[in-house]
Nanobody, 117 residues
Framework: QVQLVESGGGLVQPGGSLRLSCVASGSIFRFYAMGWYRQAPGKQREPVASIRDSDSTNYVDSVKGRFTISRDNAKNTVYLQMNSLKPEDTAVYYC???????????WGQGTQVTVSS
């Protein structure tokens, strides 16, 4: 079973930046997709960004132009670079991996991102 471990969360002021990392315990080279969801207090978990095995990416509209997802297959790591952070970006961010299209997502434990002055 592949394990996912996130890091990089924290407290940042509005307009600041953070980079989240998600390290997989196995090779991600052939994973169908990886990405990030987030869940704010009292809200449903929502998709934020994803990256396919083809390296195509997808973003929720609210983060387009501010967030960038990337992957480093040699390090079995997916990153989420978050710039121009807003208070509404405050949430627990969860990394996921889908090894095959028909399989359920595997999830990390989450990392807290708080944007506040």
């Amino acid at each position: 079973q592949v394990q996912l471990v996130e890091s990089g969360g924290g407290l940042v002021q509005p307009g600041g930046s953070l980079r989240l990392s998600c390290v997989a315990s196995g090779s991600i080279f052939r994973f169908y997709a990886m990405g990030w969801y987030r869940q704010a207090p009292g809200k449903q978990r929502e998709p934020v960004a994803s990256i396919r095995d083809s390296d195509s990416t997808n973003y929720v509209d609210s983060v387009k132009g501010r967030f960038t997802i990337s992957r480093d297959n040699a390090k079995n790591t997916v990153y989420l670079q978050m710039n121009s952070l807003k208070p509404e970006d405050t949430a627990v961010y969860y990394c996921y991996a889908r090894i095959l299209p028909i399989q359920d997502n595997l999830w990390g434990q989450g990392t807290q991102v708080t944007v506040s002055s």
